[in-house]
């Protein structure tokens, strides 16, 4: 995608010029701290990323990842009492380019007071017809061992599977559109070891199934709009780009979801982006989901991620080029802020008797520098 928003932006000499081998991302370090507040939930945390190239055709990457998490969601405070703990993550990689292929192996382990997560990809990226299509093919594998708190070792396990394939084409010089497909697949405890449902008013332990399959499908259309402000108008002379998104999931445990994203950013002067976005999503529940269950079926929960909401969110970045030396490396410093909002339409809030909503904010900070 870093060489797709390169293009974009007009920062290639056209498409007409042939590629003879595809590039390992470059060099970087990366700092970042994040916080997020919403719903009763307080994470905050920094992460730290480093890729560096051994070879002119190997690189390997690592990153590291802690959140501290206060917990005092409707679920939590409803049900039982605040809590807060500690979630680490290290994420390795390695990638690897030949010809025109770039193949990256990944592994990645999470670690909870309760729950430890582990997963294993592969990703081949491959350019053809001189560069102007991408093909892209993905797997993922997770393992997963779930306990509860004040218990010793674990009582279950899940496994998690993802298949990808995907397209981006060069429609013009200022043109890129993209389609990929995803595959997901679930087997084992896939619940929550903590979250009741309700039956007839009582709580009762939740059940779920076992396995659950899904289908994603996501369009992208990104395209440079300089040429849409003219002289002497606002922004004339500068780079803008925007783009589109749509996204459609489904599974079969009856949940279908619209994802819609568009988004802004133009460059004022050489040293400062800005981007802007602003994104919708919808989606309907699972054939077991109930707020309160009127008859007793085998499957039940009152997971709110598995009813029936509406969401949307609205994020801005800038970026600043701190300091540049041309073929050698570049800093740059760069926040975001994003607001979201979610409205459930068949969880109650048993404080209000009402629908339940909230509204969240995620702040991020990041120093980054290519060498």
């Known amino acids: 995608m870093g060489r797709a928003l390169a ?5 290639f000499g056209g498409v007409a010029g042939t590629a003879q081998a595809v590039d390992l991302p470059p060099d970087h370090a990366e700092a970042m701290l994040h916080v997020y507040d919403g719903g009763g939930v307080l994470a905050a945390g920094p992460a ?3 890729r560096k190239s051994l070879y002119d055709t190997l690189s390997l990457s690592a990153t590291y990842y802690v959140d501290a998490v206060s917990n005092a969601s409707i679920d939590v405070v409803t049900t039982a009492s605040k809590y807060s703990e500690t979630r680490q993550q290290l994420d390795l990689g390695i990638d690897y380019a030949v010809r025109d292929s770039l193949i990256r192996v990944t592994a990645s382990s999470g670690k909870e007071p309760d729950y430890i997560a582990q997963t294993f990809g592969v990703d081949v990226s491959q350019e053809l017809l001189s560069g102007m299509t991408t093909v ?3 797997f993922t594998e997770g393992h ?3 306990g509860r708190k004040g218990e010793e070792g674990f009582f279950d396990h899940a496994k998690h599977w993802q298949y990808r394939v995907g397209a981006t084409q060069i429609v013009t010089s200022r043109w890129l559109a993209s389609a990929n497909y995803e595959i997901l697949a679930d087997k084992g405890f896939l619940g929550s070891a903590y979250r009741p449902a309700r039956v007839f008013g009582a709580f009762v332990p939740e059940e779920v199934p076992r396995t659950r399959s899904a289908r994603a499908l996501k369009f992208r259309v990104l395209g440079d709009i300089s040429d849409w402000f003219k002289d002497g108008s606002w922004g004339a002379g500068q780079r803008h780009s925007m783009h589109v998104d749509y996204r459609y999931y489904w599974d079969n445990w009856a949940i279908k979801a619209h994802t819609v ?3 802004y950013s133009r460059y004022f002067g050489d040293k400062w982006l800005a981007d802007t976005w602003l994104r919708f999503n919808h989606q309907s529940a699972a054939l077991f989901y ?5 008859e007793e079926t085998k499957y039940i929960t009152r997971n709110r991620q598995l009813g029936t909401f509406n969401s949307w969110a609205l994020g801005g970045r800038a970026t600043y080029e701190y300091a540049k030396v ?3 490396y570049d800093i740059k410093l760069s926040g975001s802020l994003e607001y979201v909002r979610f409205d459930y339409k068949d969880f109650t809030d048993f404080r209000t008797g009402k629908a339940y909503a909230f509204n969240g904010a995620l702040l991020q900070l990041y120093l980054t520098a290519n060498f």
């Open 144 to 146: 997963d061992a779930v």
């Open 136 to 138: 892209n093919l993905g």
């Open 48 to 50: 730290v990323l480093i």
């Open 261 to 263: 994203e568009g988004g």
């Open 290 to 294: 109930s707020d309160n269950a009127q």
């Open 326 to 328: 041309p073929g050698q």
């Open 7 to 11: 293009r974009v932006f007009g920062l």
